[in-house]
């Protein structure tokens, strides 16, 4: 199968954040499928455009991975600047996409796979469709516009009613939708009016093959002592530092543990991350560590070195329908979770009896859910090896990788009858 796949955040290689689609298309590869991705030039946590894109509209990384090419698309670099800023990075985006689909793929593929948020790189895909007569999946990573509401970065009452007028418009031109929670599903099924036979659930997964591979050969002893996390209980936490994530309760919760040995380590970049900076400066917290982005290789060996991964969001009721993508990383590392999301991905880690959850946003359940994991440490590696062999079960992503093209298949399949 030929497989056309818009994902405006595809990671370059190395890079750290989110790499469902990085794992995947490899997958689709191995198994003899062809691959090609537009994608973006600007990383979706640190807003910055690599040097070799700028002054480019489009960049050709062709064989990224075997048997998946890569076209890079235009994207403003207002991206961090603001709200409107974000906004017209999302429809620069679209619209040099579109043209991207239409006169830099010359390919004939079968299927268009888009990955949102964005919501508007539906508009990539209904365009392509319509001109190369293809069905399309839509996939929901988060359910937007309700999480830019709800953490109060879409407030303008005009572009919120194009966002929902637009999100049903898309649910109903796309040949199949994939959500990433149960909570989605039921969602889109009993309130948004989507037929059940149109939805799949492909959830976020774990990354077992990197983790094995570090596990059989990583030193934890020397990176903790290179890295000065000796005799510390160390708490890290990958991933975007923005205004969903609300990281500064992690920073409330170690002003609060500074008699004891914990470190709480922060990974990644985002919008929201000089400020954290300067206000853990400003409370003098030296129990507090911020890590520039590093390839997922290396994070893995953060994770492995450390004594739990935290997840951690912002306490709004959307958050409370999403499986957090670090969690699998924690869990295929064998590390418990402190998490500090509520709903499914609570139910999930209570599930798998794997970590210990804290209400988000209340520091004295946070720091009570630290001081019970250091009084409890010796039962840590229980619950790491229960979330490795849960995930290991229900999300390992070569797994969920053959059935999403199935599903695929299926649809490519009804369109050739």
């Not at 999946?137 to 509401?149: K, N």
């Amino acid at each position: 199968m030929r497989i056309l796949l818009i994902h405006q955040y595809f990671l370059e290689k190395g890079d750290g954040g989110g790499s469902r689609f990085n794992e995947m298309t490899q997958v689709w590869a191995e198994q003899g499928h062809e691959v090609t991705v537009l994608a973006g030039m600007v990383h979706y946590s640190s807003g910055l455009k690599p040097d070799k894109y700028k002054g480019k509209y489009f960049y050709k990384d062709l064989n990224f991975y075997d048997h998946v090419n890569v076209i890079r698309c235009h994207v403003s670099e207002a991206y961090n600047i603001n709200f409107l800023g974000r906004l017209w990075a999302y429809f620069s985006f679209v619209f040099s996409s579109i043209w991207a689909g239409l006169f830099k793929v010359h390919k004939k593929y079968d299927v268009i796979i888009v990955t949102s948020p964005p919501l508007f790189v539906g508009i990539t895909a209904y365009m392509l469709s319509m001109f190369k007569k293809l069905p399309f999946v839509f996939e929901i990573r988060d359910l937007w516009p309700e999480s830019a509401i709800d953490t109060g970065v879409l407030q303008n009452k005009t572009i919120i009613k194009f966002a929902y007028w637009f999100e049903s418009f898309i649910y109903k031109k796309a040949s199949l939708i994939n959500v990433l929670t149960p909570a989605f599903r039921d969602k889109l099924i009993k309130e948004k009016g989507v037929p059940k036979d149109k939805v799949i659930f492909i959830p976020n997964a774990a990354d077992f093959s990197l983790a094995k591979k570090l596990v059989d050969s990583f030193d934890t002893i020397t990176f903790r002592k290179d890295h000065q996390l000796e005799n510390k209980f160390v708490i890290t936490y990958v991933g975007a530092h923005g205004v969903a994530n609300h990281l500064v309760q992690l920073l409330d919760a170690a002003e609060r543990l500074k008699d004891t040995n914990v470190l709480i380590q922060l990974i990644g970049s985002g919008m929201q991350k000089e400020q954290l900076v300067a206000d853990a400066d400003s409370r003098n917290l030296q129990n507090v560590r911020f890590v520039d982005p590093v390839p997922k290789e290396e994070v893995f060996k953060y994770i492995l070195a450390s004594d739990m991964g935290a997840s951690v969001l912002k306490k709004v009721d959307t958050f409370k329908t999403i499986y957090s993508n670090k969690t699998f990383d924690y869990m295929s590392c064998k590390k418990p979770v402190l998490l500090a999301i509520d709903g499914v991905s609570r139910a999930l880690v209570e599930k798998a009896n794997c970590g210990i959850y804290v209400e988000p946003e209340n520091t004295d359940d946070i720091v009570r859910g630290i001081k019970e994991a250091i009084a409890n440490k010796s039962e840590l590696a229980s619950l790491g090896e229960n979330g490795y062999h849960y995930a290991r079960k229900h999300f390992d992503r070569t797994l969920l990788a053959k059935q999403y093209v199935e599903n695929i298949q299926e649809i490519f399949d009804k369109n050739n009858v």
